[in-house]
């Protein structure tokens, strides 16, 4: 199976700040990569595909960047509606699996 | 609109069964394969298996395999999770998901607790 590591485990920031996640996968993915948020209770909401594409609706401060093992997830000024989990996920192998997952807290 | 509605989810005895179900609308469900992805209380995801659109091609994580049965009918637009052998760290809240490369529609989840 492919291990995706991701990092950092929690994240504090504070609104207007640029905040970058990364996940790095054990193996050679290319580009199959997206990127998840989930706020408590609910069920997790696309926001990125293929490593780098923004999905329809998203709003453009979030983007992605990487391919091969290493990629990075970024918020480029935080506000106070992005306080979720992130994760991240690979479908490069038949067996998916997801990134441990990424807890931002507004300072 | 793209729905996608789990249901069946309960309180089961550790070594009982459950049958989860996840009714689709909004789309042609039988051009699509569909996930099951799980999350256990305060933790992460976890994929559990995926389907392909006409049930040529079924895959399951290690941690549920010979366990668990996927499966679909197209004709309904639902989608299925039979669960046996079931333990006590099958308790999450279980998604269906549909998958085109990325999983772009979640339903909204069902908990499955096993527990004496």
């Known amino acids: 199976d492919i291990q995706m590591t991701q990092s950092p485990s929690s994240l504090s920031a504070s609104v207007g700040d640029r905040v970058t996640i990364t996940c790095q996968a054990s193996?050679?993915?290319?580009?199959?990569l997206n990127w998840y948020q989930q706020k408590p209770g609910k069920a997790p909401k696309l926001l990125i595909y293929?490593?780098?594409n923004l999905e329809t609706g998203v709003p453009s401060r979030f983007s992605g960047s990487g391919s091969g093992t290493d990629f990075t997830f970024t918020i480029s000024s935080l506000q106070p509606e992005d306080i979720a989990t992130y994760y991240c996920?690979?479908?490069?192998?038949?067996?998916?699996?997801f990134g441990q997952g990424t807890r931002l807290e507004i300072k | 609109e793209v729905q996608l509605v789990e249901s069946g989810g309960g309180l089961v005895k550790p070594g009982g069964s459950l049958r989860l179900s996840c009714a689709a609308s909004g789309f042609t469900f039988s051009s699509y394969s569909m996930n099951w992805v799980r999350q256990a209380p305060g933790k992460g995801l976890e994929w559990v298996s995926s389907i392909s659109s006409s049930s040529s091609y079924i895959y399951y994580a290690d941690s549920v395999k010979g366990r668990f049965t996927i499966s679909r009918d197209n004709a309904k637009n639902s989608l299925y999770l039979q669960m046996n052998s079931l333990r006590a760290e099958d308790t999450a809240v279980y998604y269906c998901?549909?998958?085109?490369?990325?999983?772009?529609?979640w339903g909204q989840g069902t908990l499955v607790t096993v527990s004496s």
């Open positions: 998901a549909r998958q085109r490369g990325r999983f772009d529609y």
């Open positions: 293929d490593a780098s």
């Open positions: 996920q690979q479908y490069d192998n038949l067996l998916i699996t």
């Open positions: 193996q050679d993915i290319s580009n199959y």
